[in-house]
């Protein structure tokens, strides 16, 4: 079993439509970060959080400690958020990384 | 943009060559990361440079090595390549081996024919 699942693996959805992607995980973390992956490679970092939510735009990360899960949420979705998604924890020294939710929003 | 560069953006290579990928991390960063991203995986920890002295390694045999420079740039060096060497390999710089936030480069993609 994979330290950090996340779920679902691929997601697609209307434009406007409220996205929520999961990561659970099994160890102890300092911090837990949500990434955006364009094609092409390059990685983006959305949110960096120990408790409970943050938000930025359009995207709203939330995370329980106790429960060891984190959600990301994308309201009024757009064909422009279309990406991979990753959560990663960080745990006393390396990232560990989810696999990934491609998500698709169509037009 | 992260300021953390890499270099080359792409590259082929064949089974049994060497290659070494670099990494310009942001400035004031003294930790580098590296990670391979297989096509499909989320990206897998390699090792971390901390002021030039290995600081952590992941699951990756002895072939995969490094170095980080005086200037805090660093290299990956892969020999024997093999075809499951094919991937995304990405660097992220941060402030310190503690510190949570790091900062990605663009990445490298390898592929080994």
């Known amino acids: 079993k994979n330290e950090v699942e996340q779920s679902p693996q691929n997601l697609t959805a209307q434009e406007g439509e409220f996205i929520t992607i999961n990561c659970s995980y099994s160890v102890g973390i300092s911090a837990l970060h949500w990434l955006q992956q364009h094609p092409g490679g390059g990685i983006v970092s959305l949110f960096m959080l120990s408790s409970g939510k943050k938000k930025h735009g359009r995207l709203i990360a939330t995370i329980n400690i106790q429960e060891k899960h984190s959600s990301l949420h994308i309201t009024a979705s757009h064909p422009r958020d279309s990406a991979v998604y990753i959560c990663a924890v960080k745990g006393a020294q390396k990232l560990v990384f989810g696999q990934g939710t491609r998500l698709t929003i169509n037009p | 943009e992260t300021g953390v560069t890499q270099s080359p953006t792409h590259l082929i290579k064949t089974r049994g060559q060497q290659v070494t990928l670099r990494c310009s991390s942001q400035s004031g960063h003294n930790t580098v990361s590296w990670y391979q991203q297989a096509l499909g995986q989320g990206p897998q920890f390699i090792f971390q440079y901390y002021r030039e002295e290995e600081n952590g390694r992941g699951n990756f045999p002895p072939r995969f090595s490094g170095l980080q420079f005086p200037n805090y740039s660093s290299e990956l060096n892969v020999n024997a390549l093999e075809l499951d060497d094919s991937a995304l390999y990405l660097c992220?710089?941060?402030f310190g081996p503690g510190v949570d936030t790091q900062y990605f480069g663009p990445g490298t993609r390898l592929t080994v024919l």
């Open positions: 992220a710089s941060s």
